[in-house]
């Protein structure tokens, strides 16, 4: 059995009247993720994640912003493209880990909504996903409400 890991990482501005889109969901707020695609921070960086973890280069490769098929694209089908990459590969996710850093809005009640849309999307079970949100407490641009950050690990598996 072959075992990988994977680290994403994805940052998005936020700006005045812009839908927000975060792990597959729309939030309503009245800031909203600036992106080539609907700005999907946390599905960004678990796309990278997967793609680093199976020796795939990265997202910006396979979905140049410089596409403009990809112009507002939902973020969701780029992780279906990202998880049949893995599985052409042989790959199997075993679980993901994810933070995102946020001020506002609070997500955790959005949270387990996430959850089971990402575990659609992967078709993977929603125990093997984990959404965590912290704030930086006013300090930095996510404190100032200018942007958005987001991390994942993720453990995949190839028998």
């Known amino acids: 059995m072959k075992i990988r890991t994977g680290i994403g990482f994805d940052v998005h501005e936020l700006k ?3 839908k927000f889109f975060l792990g597959g969901i ?3 707020h009245y800031k909203g993720s600036v992106g080539h695609s609907d700005g999907d921070t946390l599905i960004h ?3 990278d994640a997967l793609l680093g973890a199976a020796n795939l280069r990265d997202i910006g490769f396979h979905f140049p912003d410089t596409n403009q098929e990809l112009k ?3 973020s969701k089908i780029l992780l279906r493209k990202t998880v049949e ?3 052409e590969k042989n790959w199997k996710i075993s679980n993901i880990d994810s933070i995102i850093v946020l001020q506002k809005p609070k997500i955790k009640d959005y949270i387990p909504k996430m959850k089971e849309i990402l575990a659609q999307t992967m078709k993977i ?3 093997d996903i ?5 704030t930086t407490e006013k300090l930095g641009f996510q404190g100032k409400e ?3 950050s987001a991390y994942a690990t993720v453990l995949i598996i190839k028998d």
Do not use: H, M, R
């Not at 984990?130 to 912290?134: D, E, G, P, V």
């Open 16 to 18: 005045l009247n812009q």
């Open 26 to 28: 729309e939030i309503e």
């Open 45 to 47: 960086a678990i796309c």
């Open 72 to 74: 507002n694209i939902d």
């Open 85 to 87: 990459l893995l599985y």
């Open 125 to 127: 079970d929603f125990e």
């Open 130 to 134: 984990s959404i965590k949100a912290t």
């Open 146 to 148: 200018k942007g958005i």
